[in-house]
C-alpha cells in the first residue's frame, strides 16, 4: 500500500477541521475549476446537459472512462464525502473507501494542487445543486479495468505532493507551471505515454496520440515559436489560429472551458510557462 507522506498527512490533519474548512472561498474555488476543466470531463456532451453530474464519455486506447457525478447529490454524487475524502482523491487518487482511481482522473497532476486551492475547489463543488443522475460505469476490458494493479502503475509513475516553486524560475513563469502542470494538467493529454500508460517524461509536452486517431500537439516552444505572444493569447482566447484557421473539437472546447476563462495575467504566466519549457521535435507518426 502506498505510504502517504508526512506533508500530506499533516494536510489531512488541517482540511479537517472546521476551522479550515470555513476558509474556502467558492467564488474563487469557481475560478480554480475552470482553470482545471472540471467541467468538461464531468459534464456530458448535449445541450441541456447538467454541469458537473458526469456522463462524459472519454474514450482511450485502453477503454472507455466516464466522469462520474460530483455534485453533491447525498446518493449519487460526493455529498456523503468529507473534505479529507476529497483531498484524499485528489492528492492520492483514493476513493473514500481506499479503491483507487483510475489515472483517467488526472490525480497525478492534481497532487501538485496547493492545499488553499483544495480549500476553496472544494467550497465551490459543495456550493452546487445537486444532481440525482447517476454515474456511468466505465467500459474497459481485462486487464485494465482491474483496480488492483494500478497499486503497481501508481508505483512506478505516481508522485503525490504539492506544487513546489523553482527558486530559478520568475514568480510568473512558476504561476504559469503551476497552471499548466498541476490545475490545468497540460501534461496529461500532450505527452504521449508508454505502453503501460506512464508519461514518456522526456517527451514532456511534445505531443501525443490519443483515442480513436486523435492527437494532441507539441505544445513546447518548437511549435509555439512561430506565434508571438500576443497571437498566442488570441489563440488560447478564442479558439482562432491567425490564419483563420479553427482549433479541434477537443481544444475548442479547451479554450471555451478553460484558457478563455483565464485573467490577463494567468494567461500571460501560462505564455511564459510554456516558452520555458525544452524545445522538442514532434511526436513521430
Request: net charge neutral; aromatic share 10%.
Amino acid at each position: 500500500m502506498l505510504l502517504r507522506s508526512p506533508a500530506t498527512a499533516g494536510l489531512f490533519f488541517l482540511l479537517c477541521t472546521t476551522a479550515a474548512l470555513a476558509q474556502g472561498d467558492a467564488k474563487r474555488g469557481e475560478y480554480l475549476s475552470k482553470a482545471g476543466g472540471c467541467l468538461g470531463c464531468h459534464t456530458e456532451e448535449r445541450k441541456d446537459a447538467t454541469p458537473y453530474a458526469g456522463g462524459r464519455a472519454l474514450k482511450t486506447p485502453f477503454g472507455t472512462f466516464y466522469g462520474p457525478n460530483i455534485t453533491p447529490d447525498k446518493k449519487v454524487g460526493i455529498g456523503r464525502w468529507a473534505l479529507a475524502d476529497f483531498v484524499r482523491a485528489l492528492r492520492e487518487g483514493e476513493e473514500p473507501d481506499g479503491a483507487h482511481f483510475f489515472p483517467a482522473f488526472p490525480y497525478s497532476s492534481f497532487t501538485r494542487i496547493t492545499d488553499a486551492d483544495l480549500l476553496d475547489l472544494w467550497a465551490y463543488l459543495q456550493s452546487l445543486k445537486p444532481s440525482p443522475q447517476p454515474s456511468k460505469p466505465h467500459d474497459l476490458g481485462f486487464p485494465f479495468n482491474v483496480r488492483l494493479s494500478l497499486l503497481g502503475w501508481k508505483w512506478l509513475f505516481f508522485a503525490p505532493g504539492e506544487f513546489r516553486p523553482d527558486a530559478s524560475k520568475s514568480a510568473q513563469v512558476n504561476r504559469g507551471a503551476y497552471l499548466a502542470v498541476a490545475l490545468g494538467h497540460c501534461g496529461e493529454c500532450h505527452t504521449p505515454r508508454n505502453i503501460a500508460g506512464g508519461p514518456k517524461k522526456d517527451r514532456y509536452l511534445g505531443g501525443a496520440k490519443l483515442g480513436e486517431g486523435t492527437t494532441a500537439p507539441n505544445i513546447t516552444p518548437t511549435r509555439l515559436k512561430r506565434y508571438g505572444d500576443s497571437e498566442l493569447k488570441d489563440i488560447l482566447s478564442s479558439g482562432l489560429f491567425p490564419d483563420g484557421d479553427v482549433m479541434g473539437d477537443t481544444m475548442s472546447e479547451v479554450v471555451r472551458n478553460t484558457t478563455s476563462q483565464l485573467t490577463a495575467a494567468d494567461l500571460d504566466a501560462l505564455i511564459a510557462y510554456l516558452r520555458s519549457v525544452p524545445a522538442l521535435p514532434d511526436e513521430p507518426k
